[in-house]
């Protein structure tokens, strides 16, 4: 075979077929020095060895880019999400058959390759937590809560899963929650999330949040 199909160069090199159609526009500007192939008025990329030897380092240096850049972008949501939030989240009782509103006051802080909400003390008689991940500006967490021993609750224990969208200035995420009630039923609800700050003394003027 004389040349490569771009499908053929991803598959061998685990790139895009747009960046292998880049690499060929590239040459076209004298900006990349593979040879390429005519065939049936289009250009493909000669199979050669130096051909080879080229797009191998082509792809590991796509790579390594890409891989700095997502933990780049990572590294710099999470430090801004660390510090005192303000959740709210609303959800239907089935034995009351009415929406209700749940509040907590949280702290956010990096555990590993996670970002880890968990209530604070202080401010909530209920407790939860939750388990979140970033993709980009998403938040994808499973969570868990003990609801208040004092509440309609009586201390029960609900957990299930969340995904939220961050704000471009880091301040807010909303989205949706889901689980399951006592009677088994899925349900799911809105989700909030209000950035407070990073100093404890702001909690000193908020009532205590009762929760479920």
Known sequence: MRYFRNYEIAKLYDVSQATV???VDAVK????????FVH??????ANTPENMKLMKGLAEERRKYRNNRAADVTTTNVSRLI?????????RSSDRGEDFESLHYVRLYPKGDSLIMETIPEANEAYMVARLTLD???ATCSWQESTSPK??????????????????????????????????EVKTGPWEFTYLGDDMSVLDDLEIAPGQ
């Open 83 to 91: 510090g005192l939030w303000r959740s709210y989240y609303t959800y």
């Open 21 to 23: 159609g880049k690499w």
């Open 136 to 138: 980009g500006n998403v």
């Open 40 to 45: 049936d008025g289009r250009a493909y990329i």
């Open 29 to 36: 500007q004298g900006k990349l020095g593979l040879e390429l």
């Open 151 to 184: 509440g309609d609750y009586k201390g029960a224990m609900y957990h299930g899963a969340g995904q939220l969208i961050i704000s471009e200035d880091g301040k807010s995420m909303k989205g949706k929650w889901v689980g399951f009630g006592k009677n088994m």
